[in-house]
């Protein structure tokens, strides 16, 4: 379903990886590690279509993601290594922008229950400047436990700033997620105690 | 795509209403540059009638300078420009929002402010709505071309600078034919000629404004 063929990618002029190429079927999970500065940032946001590879393609069901364009970015959730939340708005208007910019709409109630997937739902009222880093990530995260989620998740080290309590909620929605068939791509340095099963999840070394 | 730009302009709005100092203070330094004209060349009534126009409009110009670099760079820091561009929306749609209430927060407060610089030079009253009137329609395009500079010296140190040298050379017809426009007024022949040629230098920065604008953030963000 998500297929790189032949990918590369140069920062600054430096080669950071070539020849990078993999395939995922629905329902799997492809862990990518690496050292610091290895490329993990650069490839999800070669897969989000933020960067442009050196060499190579993307693509989903089959196409290139550069002609998908919108259509493949409707199926598409990348959460970067910014949290993206703004600070002067709360942490439940945060959510409802993210949420209405990614076409869907979700009612009061939808908001407050991923809040409260996240364990942050006493904050929605809470300008996000006042968040801590770990919650700051934990409000961004808080898309995954929308409904209607878009079937591919892109995660840029979603456990940075996490607790053990938040590593256990994310890694439940990302377990959840692989086994309605969606697709999950993430960045991370530790072990994640995801419930995929093994066949099911791949790692990637840069 | 019609709900994306509402969606945008909104949060826009909202971000603006939760922090009134920024909007407020360019309009406080576009009446207070326009106001110290005065002090610099003396209070004869004819020579400042004479340059009512252009100190407003080069006023104007400056205002919107001041206020053209934070457009994209508040949302590159936190993240969320990566969101907007990651969002199923075309960019150019969001750019567009952006500068829609990059607009109504500055521009259009500009322009209603205006008059009463106007009065403070002695502008007659026909001459005040033909400023309003060319401020209204020459804002849009400060708005416009100063988003594409704003995305072009965006993470660059001290671009602050650099957007004002890339894009006050571009505001020089807005200037020509904003001014005009209330000279002509002042010397009794019609301002229509100067506010058409000023509503087609608008038609062509919405046409280019966003365009450059995409293309440039394409690369900030890359």
Same mark, same amino acid.
């Given at each position: 379903?998500?297929?790189?063929?032949?990918?590369?990618?140069?920062?600054?002029?430096?080669?950071?990886?070539?020849?990078?190429?993999?395939?995922?079927?629905?329902?799997?999970?492809?862990?990518?590690?690496?050292?610091?500065?290895?490329?993990?940032?650069?490839?999800?946001?070669?897969?989000?279509?933020?960067?442009?590879?050196? =060499?190579?393609?993307?693509?989903?069901?089959?196409?290139?993601?550069?002609?998908?364009?919108?259509?493949?970015?409707?199926?598409? @959730?990348?959460?970067?290594?910014?949290?993206?939340?703004?600070?002067?708005?709360?942490?439940?208007?945060?959510?409802?922008?993210?949420?209405?910019?990614?076409?869907?709409?979700?009612?009061?109630?939808?908001?407050?229950?991923?809040?409260?997937?996240?364990?942050?739902?006493?904050?929605?009222? @809470?300008?996000?400047?006042?968040?801590?880093?770990?919650?700051?990530?934990?409000?961004? @995260?808080?898309?995954?436990?929308?409904?209607?989620?878009?079937?591919?998740?892109? *995660?840029?080290?979603?456990? =940075?700033? @996490?607790?053990?309590?938040?590593?256990?909620?994310?890694?439940?929605?990302?377990? =959840?997620?692989?086994?309605?068939?969606?697709?999950?791509?993430?960045?991370?340095?530790?072990?994640?105690?995801?419930?995929?099963?093994?066949?099911?999840?791949?790692? *990637?070394?840069? | 795509?019609?709900?994306?730009?509402?969606?945008?302009?909104?949060?826009?709005?909202?971000?603006?209403?939760?922090?009134?100092?920024?909007?407020?203070?360019?309009?406080?330094?576009?009446?207070?540059?326009?106001?110290?004209?005065?002090?610099?060349?003396?209070?004869?009534?004819?020579?400042?009638?004479?340059?009512?126009?252009?100190?407003?409009?080069?006023?104007?110009?400056?205002?919107?300078?001041?206020?053209?670099?934070?457009?994209?760079?508040?949302?590159?820091?936190?993240?969320?420009?990566?969101?907007?561009?990651?969002?199923?929306?075309? &960019?150019?749609?969001?750019?567009?929002?952006?500068?829609?209430?990059?607009?109504?927060?500055?521009?259009?407060?500009?322009?209603?402010?205006?008059?009463?610089?106007?009065?403070?030079?002695?502008?007659?009253?026909?001459?005040?709505?033909?400023?309003?009137?060319?401020?209204?329609?020459?804002?849009?395009? &400060?708005?416009?071309?100063?988003?594409?500079?704003?995305?072009?010296?965006?993470?660059?140190?001290?671009?602050?600078?650099?957007?004002?040298?890339?894009?006050?050379?571009?505001?020089?017809?807005? &200037?020509?034919?904003?001014?005009?426009?209330?000279?002509?007024?002042?010397?009794?022949?019609?301002?229509?000629?100067?506010?058409?040629? &000023?509503?087609?230098?608008?038609?062509?920065?919405?046409?280019?404004?966003?365009?450059?604008?995409?293309?440039?953030?394409?690369?900030?963000?890359?």
């Amino acid at each position: 379903m998500l297929r790189a063929d032949s990918l590369a990618c140069e920062r600054g002029g430096r080669p950071l990886f070539a020849r990078l190429g993999f395939a995922l079927e629905p329902g799997s999970l492809l862990r990518v590690r690496g050292a610091n500065g290895s490329g993990k940032t650069s490839l999800l946001r070669i897969l989000a279509g933020l960067t442009r590879p050196a =060499a190579g393609e993307v693509r989903w069901r089959g196409e290139a993601i550069g002609g998908l364009d919108d259509a493949y970015r409707r199926e598409m @959730l990348f959460i970067g290594h910014a949290a993206g939340v703004k600070d002067d708005m709360t942490v439940a208007e945060n959510l409802d922008f993210a949420c209405r910019l990614s076409g869907a709409t979700a009612a009061g109630a939808e908001i407050a229950g991923a809040l409260e997937a996240l364990g942050i739902a006493r904050l929605a009222p @809470l300008p996000a400047r006042f968040l801590s880093q770990g919650q700051r990530r934990r409000a961004a @995260l808080a898309r995954l436990a929308l409904p209607g989620a878009a079937p591919l998740w892109l *995660l840029d080290e979603p456990f =940075a700033a @996490l607790d053990e309590d938040g590593i256990g909620r994310v890694a439940a929605l990302c377990g =959840a997620h692989l086994a309605a068939g969606g697709l999950v791509v993430l960045t991370s340095h530790q072990e994640v105690p995801l419930a995929a099963p093994a066949a099911q999840a791949a790692e *990637l070394r840069l | 795509m019609g709900a994306a730009f509402g969606l945008v302009v909104a949060r826009e709005l909202r971000l603006a209403l939760r922090r009134k100092g920024e909007a407020l203070n360019v309009l406080v330094f576009f009446v207070v540059v326009a106001s110290l004209f005065p002090f610099g060349v003396g209070p004869e009534p004819a020579m400042l009638q004479a340059m009512a126009a252009g100190v407003v409009w080069v006023a104007a110009l400056l205002a919107a300078i001041v206020s053209m670099p934070r457009l994209f760079a508040a949302d590159l820091a936190d993240g969320t420009l990566e969101q907007l561009a990651a969002s199923p929306h075309p &960019l150019a749609v969001i750019v567009g929002a952006k500068v829609a209430a990059h607009w109504l927060l500055t521009g259009l407060p500009l322009a209603l402010v205006a008059p009463l610089l106007g009065l403070q030079y002695g502008l007659p009253a026909d001459a005040l709505g033909v400023l309003v009137a060319a401020l209204l329609l020459g804002t849009p395009v &400060l708005s416009l071309l100063g988003a594409a500079g704003a995305a072009l010296t965006l993470g660059v140190r001290g671009g602050g600078a650099l957007l004002a040298l890339l894009v006050l050379p571009l505001f020089v017809p807005v &200037l020509v034919f904003g001014a005009g426009a209330v000279g002509a007024a002042l010397s009794g022949i019609n301002p229509g000629p100067h506010l058409s040629l &000023l509503g087609a230098v608008l038609a062509v920065s919405c046409l280019v404004g966003p365009w450059a604008a995409c293309a440039a953030l394409r690369v900030a963000l890359d």
